[in-house]
């Protein structure tokens, strides 16, 4: 008896927290999205979500494969790339975005900093067509400038590993799965600033899924010379050991001690962050 009463006083505190959490995301909904009614629905069945209104007026359209809540959430909500006062963007600025995916980071920009100037980098055949469409539907084709390749440690040829979730593709470093990929062009980051045509870079961001170490230790010191900050995500799952030698290679290319924020700064994915 005593255990059967166990067991429902367990499901009930279950049952509570589910209608919390419920409640606590209908909230967010509300809060952001215009449409929020129509988000809750899909959300709520299971379906698809719909392309997110927001109350500011962006318009934030996303696709199969794309992981558009989670994204939202670490870009819009939580701002996690100017975690600690880091970068303030203004409409005079330049960015830099490699591994733009779907444009969310670049559509937070310009909510923050309306005729900013972003260059985003992103090779995958269908993100880079939803990255397109955001551009499109709020007017940003005038300071949005769109490459469609990959930024890596060489110039030529590389192939983009296929994955469920469109943020997780990377770029493989064995040619024996190349069957498996998709062939994309690939740039070092000098020839990526020269496609820019720029001087200065106010912020580079990086989120390549574990490209980032040959990125930055291919290049030459004086490559980042013209970038103020930087800001990219470590991929220690995929490339053990890596975030004290990305650490170690930004201060070796005149940047001040690099700070690790954000996800699980102790472990093995998380954000650095770096200035001048």
Known sequence: MTI?????????????????????????????????SEVWDAYRHGRQLPCFRLRSG???????????????REIFENGLYFSHNFYEPSPDDVVIDIGANIGFFTLYLNQRAPGITVHCFEPASPTFERLRTNVWLNRLESRTRLHRYAVSGDNGIAYLAHHQHSVERSLLRESGDAALAEEVESLTLARALSVCGVDHVDMLKIDIEGAEVELILNSKPDTWRQIERVVLEFHGMLRPGCRQVLIDALRERGFREPRVVGYLPD????????ER
């Open 4 to 36: 059967s009463r166990e067991r429902g006083r367990m499901r009930f505190r279950e049952k509570i927290r589910g209608k919390l959490y419920a409640v606590s995301v209908l909230t967010e909904f509300v809060r952001y999205f215009s449409n929020w």
């Open 58 to 72: 962006l318009m934030l359209a996303h696709g199969e494969g794309d992981e558009p809540l989670y994204t939202f």
């Open 267 to 274: 472990e093995d994915r998380g954000l650095l962050q770096a």
